[in-house]
């Protein structure tokens, strides 16, 4: 055991240190599990959650070519000509932004909507650093409200067998959707605040055209196939996985098809992150390893022994310590170690392990708003902005980032334990 706590250690010491090298720290730290036996070779396959990772690689492609398509510019365009002013266009791009993340990737909803509020601010001589920055925090906002809108909802869900409906309604109760909302609809106000001043008039500019629609009913049919398979009793592990996979590749087929080119096929294949799928594959071995050795029941029985035999206690723990980790760590390596060791505090206090799970759910992915390198939607915000040739300042992000965590995060906070503190 250890020898699986120094090789785990230094794996997430050498993943801070080294951010570009994640994924391949991660394969290497599982590498040497393998070696050593400290994971047996027949358990190996067994570690890795290949439901996530197909879910993951699969709404990617699709994402990618709705992106392509032209379809999130033409629903900006859109709503421009309805808003009166800069003030208001900031505040329902940024609503419009959480509301495509609740089922898109937060970085892909950063790619579709920064160059409309780049385009919006170049129309209008104004800099567009705080129109980019709500956007990104926005979109990361709303990461919790679904299963596909995070990765971290999508690790969630299928460690805690929780199905698109459950993110809705469970056992009788809201589910994370409505917490997540009331988050964002506090943080529509905060930014009718910290906007109050732009007054600015907005011209409508010339409407994006949009030949394929194909893309778009393809991630739609994506969501509605994984509400029915909420139904399904027993179905195969796998199932979300392949549900989004396949469409995936029946879109792939179809742009092939019709742009008549090999590039055309491996378009949306490149836009997959494989980083982050190799990223995940190591560290659901490392995990499967350190799990194996004793190590998450070790640290399952040290945070038992912190709450003090009180729930609430540990509940309160987990939420803001995962909302300081993950405001300067990766909160997708942060939930796929803490899942396991969060249902061992459960076993071990004998309490549910749902409003742990849901309270690591809260921090880990609300608290990435935190700092500007708290979430990849941030960091990806922040360099389109540099690669415009705009300056973030740590005090334009903090003044933004800061109200809309605990605008998130306490209503949330709270609202979990009202409804699940007492399974």
Same mark, same amino acid.
């Given at each position: 055991?250890? &020898?699986?706590?120094?090789?785990?250690?230094?794996? @997430?010491?050498?993943?801070?240190?080294?951010?570009?090298?994640?994924?391949?720290?991660?394969?290497?730290? $599982?590498?040497?599990?393998?070696?050593?036996?400290?994971?047996?070779? /027949?358990?190996?396959?067994?570690?890795?959650?290949? /439901?996530?990772?197909?879910?993951?690689?699969?709404?990617?492609?699709?994402?990618?070519?709705?992106?392509?398509?032209?379809?999130?510019?033409?629903?900006?365009?859109?709503?421009?000509?309805?808003?009166?002013?800069?003030?208001?266009?900031?505040?329902?791009?940024?609503?419009?932004?959480?509301?495509?993340?609740?089922?898109?990737?937060?970085?892909?909803?950063?790619?579709?909507?920064?160059?409309?509020?780049?385009?919006?601010?170049? *129309?209008?001589?104004?800099?567009?650093?705080?129109?980019?920055?709500?956007?990104?925090?926005?979109?990361?906002?709303?990461?919790?409200?679904?299963?596909?809108?995070? +990765?971290?909802? #999508?690790?969630?869900?299928?460690?805690?067998?929780?199905?698109? /409906?459950?993110?809705?309604?469970?056992?009788?109760?809201?589910?994370?959707?409505?917490?997540?909302?009331?988050?964002?609809? #506090?943080?529509?106000?905060?930014?009718?605040?910290?906007? *109050? *001043?732009?007054?600015?008039?907005?011209?409508?500019?010339? *409407?994006?055209?949009?030949?394929?629609?194909?893309?778009?009913?393809?991630?739609?049919? %994506?969501?509605?196939?994984?509400?029915?398979?909420?139904?399904?009793?027993?179905?195969?592990?796998?199932?979300?996985?392949?549900?989004? %996979?396949?469409?995936?590749?029946?879109?792939?087929?179809?742009?092939?098809?019709?742009?008549?080119?090999?590039?055309? #096929?491996? &378009?949306?294949?490149?836009?997959?992150? @494989?980083?982050?799928?190799?990223?995940?594959?190591?560290?659901?071995?490392? =995990?499967?390893?350190?799990?194996?050795?004793?190590?998450?029941? $070790?640290?399952?029985?040290?945070?038992?022994?912190?709450?003090?035999?009180?729930?609430?206690?540990?509940?309160?723990?987990?939420?803001?310590?995962?909302?300081?980790?993950?405001?300067?760590?990766?909160?997708?390596? @942060?939930?796929?170690?803490?899942?396991?060791?969060?249902?061992?505090?459960? $076993?071990?206090?004998?309490?549910?392990?749902?409003?742990?799970?849901?309270?690591?759910?809260?921090?880990? +992915?609300?608290?990435?708003?935190?700092?500007?390198?708290?979430?990849?939607?941030?960091?990806?915000? =922040?360099?389109?902005?540099?690669?415009?040739?705009?300056?973030?300042?740590?005090?334009?992000?903090?003044? #933004?980032?800061?109200? &809309? +965590?605990? $605008?998130?995060?306490?209503?949330?906070?709270?609202?979990?334990?009202?409804?699940?503190?007492?399974?």
């Amino acid at each position: 055991m250890i &020898f699986a706590i120094i090789l785990f250690a230094l794996t @997430y010491l050498l993943m801070i240190a080294l951010p570009r090298f994640r994924p391949y720290i991660a394969l290497a730290s $599982a590498l040497v599990f393998i070696i050593t036996g400290m994971l047996p070779l /027949n358990m190996v396959l067994g570690s890795i959650d290949f /439901n996530v990772l197909l879910m993951i690689a699969g709404t990617m492609g699709t994402v990618a070519l709705v992106i392509e398509s032209g379809m999130p510019a033409l629903l900006s365009d859109l709503i421009l000509e309805k808003v009166p002013n800069v003030k208001w266009a900031i505040v329902i791009l940024s609503l419009f932004a959480g509301v495509i993340s609740a089922f898109v990737d937060n970085v892909a909803t950063v790619l579709m909507i920064a160059p409309v509020a780049l385009a919006t601010a170049n *129309r209008l001589d104004i800099s567009p650093v705080k129109m980019i920055i709500a956007i990104a925090v926005s979109s990361n906002l709303q990461g919790a409200a679904t299963l596909v809108g995070d +990765t971290t909802a #999508i690790l969630l869900g299928s460690y805690a067998n929780l199905s698109f /409906n459950d993110f809705f309604v469970y056992l009788g109760r809201p589910g994370m959707f409505f917490f997540t909302e009331i988050g964002a609809l #506090i943080s529509a106000f905060i930014l009718l605040w910290l906007f *109050r *001043r732009e007054h600015g008039s907005i011209e409508a500019g010339k *409407r994006t055209v949009v030949e394929n629609k194909v893309p778009t009913v393809l991630l739609c049919l %994506t969501v509605l196939l994984l509400i029915g398979a909420s139904f399904i009793p027993k179905k195969p592990a796998v199932t979300n996985g392949l549900i989004c %996979t396949v469409l995936m590749v029946i879109g792939v087929i179809h742009h092939g098809l019709k742009k008549r080119s090999l590039s055309a #096929i491996l &378009f949306p294949l490149k836009e997959i992150d @494989y980083e982050t799928i190799l990223l995940l594959a190591g560290l659901f071995v490392v =995990i499967g390893g350190i799990t194996h050795q004793g190590v998450i029941d $070790a640290l399952a029985s040290l945070f038992a022994k912190i709450g003090g035999g009180s729930s609430f206690l540990i509940y309160s723990v987990i939420v803001w310590a995962s909302v300081l980790i993950s405001a300067f760590i990766d909160n997708i390596p @942060y939930v796929a170690t803490m899942l396991p060791v969060t249902q061992g505090i459960a $076993a071990a206090m004998g309490i549910s392990p749902i409003p742990l799970y849901f309270g690591l759910l809260v921090g880990a +992915t609300l608290g990435g708003n935190l700092t500007p390198i708290g979430a990849s939607a941030n960091i990806t915000g =922040i360099g389109i902005l540099r690669k415009a040739g705009y300056e973030v300042k740590n005090k334009d992000f903090l003044g #933004i980032g800061i109200p &809309f +965590t605990l $605008a998130a995060v306490i209503p949330a906070y709270l609202l979990v334990w009202l409804f699940f503190g007492h399974l």
